[in-house]
T-cell receptor, first 107, second 114 residues
């Protein structure tokens, strides 16, 4: 069993929809990382969280340490948001990765 | 200006060969990482160096050896390449300080072992 579980695995949305991607983990962590991998393969770091909530443009990330859960929200989704979103948790100097959520936003 | 660069972008080689992938960052970060992404797109950390000192060394074959000549560079040497080493390798950097901060990734090196 993977220490980090993401849901859904695949997600298709219409442009403009509000999107939520979930990440649950089973270990105590010091931080949680949301990554975006574009269809071309490039990886971008979206957020690093240890508590609460962060917002950047149309992206919002939240984390509940007690429930060992994080969500990534995308408001007013756009086809350029189509990518794989990867959750990773950091515990001591150990990194644990989710298997990713593949998002397709249709115009 | 490229923040994190890797060379080469593509590497095709025969089994048994020794190869290196270079990584450089111009962000002034103190920590650099190597990741491997396999054919199923699963990302896994391999190594991390902080100020030229190894701080993360996941279970990888000892054929893989990172070398950090200075804070701005973390090169990956792979000896006796095997078919299973075929993957995309990503370098990244961050400023860790008192805790982990967001990472900046290089464009990746696609290694194909024939």
């Amino acid at each position: 069993k993977n220490e980090v579980e993401q849901s859904p695995q695949n997600l298709t949305a219409q442009e403009g929809e509000f999107i939520t991607i979930n990440c649950s983990y089973s270990v105590g962590i010091s931080a949680l990382h949301w990554l975006q991998q574009h269809p071309g393969g490039g990886i971008v770091s979206l957020f690093m969280l240890s508590s609460g909530k962060k917002k950047h443009g149309r992206l919002i990330a939240t984390i509940n340490i007690q429930e060992k859960h994080s969500s990534l929200h995308i408001t007013a989704s756009h086809p350029r948001d189509s990518a794989v979103y990867i959750c990773a948790v950091i515990r001591m100097n150990q990194f644990y990765f989710g298997t990713g959520t593949s998002l397709t936003v249709i115009p | 200006d490229t923040a994190v660069s890797q060379t080469p972008k593509y590497l095709v080689t025969q089994m048994g060969n020794d190869k290196s992938i270079k990584c450089e960052q111009n962000l002034g970060h103190d920590t650099m990482y190597w990741y491997k992404q396999d054919s199923k797109k699963f990302l896994k950390i391999m190594f991390s160096y902080n100020n030229k000192e190894l701080i993360i060394n996941e279970t990888v074959p000892n054929r893989f050896s990172p070398k950090s000549p200075d804070k701005a560079h973390l090169n990956l040497h792979i000896n006796s390449l095997e078919l299973g080493d075929s993957a995309v390798y990503f370098c990244a950097s961050s400023q860790v300080g008192t805790g982990y901060d967001e990472q900046f990734f290089g464009p990746g090196t696609r290694l194909t072992v024939l």
